[in-house]
């Protein structure tokens, strides 16, 4: 069965500090992976996927096939990016995703 | 604004009852996903649908079902509540049936009292 690792539950850093928020995932075909980021208990909004290589709100992340993860990186961390981050391979070949138990991220002033 | 919507907002029930929660899904968008999001088990996959057929399964329990209608529109039915079904339940929708980016509904948030 696919699975996804986010070591991480809670993530506290200094706003402007660097944030690194871990993912692994195990997946036997090639990736599509994204990351959800989750406001308050709101609903989820897709952040970024890989196969993009785009840049949202700062953050980037970078697919390491060889280490099978998906960290997500921010060099300046703001305090409006405090939220709960998920991280979501394929479940297999259907379309659903295996979410991660996610990692919040508490930015201090 | 995702463009998927979930109705109702919020649901607050007894156990033993029934409840419908309803999705619209984004214009375009043929595939509807649910998921349940709990404290204590973090957000799981239900099921799928896509174009009105289920497309995949995930830890959804036997009182509970789903249906995806002609107009795409999707509804998860879950009966004989219990207080551990108490969670906030999403549905995203997506274009195709795999590999693509998933947008997701508000949410309903059902308490069982």
Redesign the interface.
Known sequence: AQRVTQPEKLLSVFKGAPVELKCNYSYSGSPELFWYVQYSRQRLQLLLRHISRESIKGFTADLNKGETSFHLKKPFAQEEDSAMYYCAPPGGSQGNLIFGKGTKLSVKP | D?GVTQTPKHLITATGQRVTLRCSPRSGDL?V?W?QQSLDQ????LI?Y?NGEE??K?NILERFSAQQFPDLHSELNLSSLELGDSA?Y?C?S?V????????????TRLSIL
């Open positions: 995702s595939s996903y998921y973090g957000l799981q996959f799928q896509y497309r995949a995930g906030l999403f995203a997506s195709a049936d795999s590999n693509q980016p998933q947008h997701f509904g508000d949410g």
